[in-house]
């Protein structure tokens, strides 16, 4: 009977464990079956409180490039970025935009707002999809169109859009940095001759990295492994991808952390293990000052 009762618990712990990990999707509530990402954003309660309403992306701070004495929160640098983007793919009226990783929405909400362009938002969180559906049946004026899925296997009904003329993305390939050259291929199936991808995404170091950078981002944010900027050029490179502009982003990171950090000990919250979020963020921003992290915004053609 202990023998058969151990076979039974043994597959009731292989039967969580597929759950847990993978995901399997019954009836469409549960997150895709691609990796820890959508698990962490399904269960993330802190961003709407420190990041901003809605925003899951980081910021450009205007100041630390150019000549103002604007310095911008980060909720207002997250907008910011968005603009720079959309300035610099000069979208506007009539302009088809495909958000690769649109969490809940608000960049495609402020695209289409600003530029009165057209944006399909993907993502493989349910819980971020159902949000976004939320935000776009309060201004139906706007074309906007959110589904669940994959980037790294698009479905159907946006190859059935294609091509688009932006393919766009804040800070969400770097989950499956892994899988970046699939991704870029994936990317080309709904680009046209005339078409852009703009990205902005969150990069490793070309170096080896410490403990508290392993601890405080890798797993933390349940990242398996980051690209060096070299590293993620060279595989855009050999995708077929033409490069365009490219910047580096690594000081906007770093000042995003600060000022979450600050946030985070106002409010006084907590990551899941119960370290102090503040402590945390102030961590990455170490890293990102010893250039351990970073990010990039890239435009490219095919």
């Known amino acids: 009977k202990k023998i058969q009762q151990k076979k039974k618990m043994g597959k009731k712990v292989a039967l969580l464990f597929l759950i847990q990990h993978l995901k399997i999707v019954i009836g469409g509530e549960e997150c895709l079956a691609e990796d820890e990402a959508c698990d962490y954003y399904e269960h993330a309660s802190h961003y709407d409180k420190v990041w901003g309403s809605d925003n899951l992306h ?12 604007i310095v911008l929160d980060h909720r207002q640098a997250a907008t910011a970025l968005t603009e720079k983007m959309m300035a610099l793919g000069k979208v506007g ?18 695209i289409a707002q600003l530029t009165n362009a057209s ?15 939320e935000l776009k049946s309060q201004y139906p004026e706007l074309s906007l169109r959110f589904e669940v899925g994959s980037f790294t296997n698009l479905p159907q009904s946006v190859l059935e859009f294609a091509p688009f003329d ?14 970046l050259d699939t991704i870029f291929t994936q990317v080309k199936r709904v680009m046209g001759p005339t078409s852009y991808l703009l990205v902005n995404d969150y990069l490793g170091s070309e170096d080896k990295y410490s403990d508290d950078t392993k601890k405080y981002v890798f797993q ?18 050999a995708a077929g991808l033409v490069l365009q502009q490219y910047f ?7 000042r995003a952390y600060v000022d979450m950090a600050q946030e985070a000990r ?12 503040a402590f ?10 010893l250039r351990q992290i970073g990010m990039n915004l890239a435009l490219y053609s095919l």
């Open 280 to 289: 945390a963020y102030e961590k990455s921003a170490h890293a990102a000052s």
């Open 58 to 69: 980081f910021g450009y701070f205007p100041h630390l490039d150019e000549k103002t004495s």
């Open 166 to 179: 932006i393919v766009f993305s804040q800070v969400s390939f770097c989950h499956v940095h892994l899988q």
């Open 248 to 254: 580096t982003l690594d000081k906007h990171l770093q």
């Open 93 to 110: 009226p009539g302009t088809t935009v495909l958000d690769l990783g649109a969490g809940k929405g608000r960049a495609c909400l402020e």
């Open 220 to 237: 933390r944010l349940h990242f398996e492994t980051l690209y060096s900027p070299s590293q993620w050029r060279k595989t855009a490179d």
């Open 119 to 133: 944006c399909f938002g993907l993502d493989l969180t349910p819980a971020n999809i159902k949000r976004a559906n």
């Open 266 to 277: 106002n409010l006084n919250i907590s990551s899941s293990d119960g370290t102090p979020l």
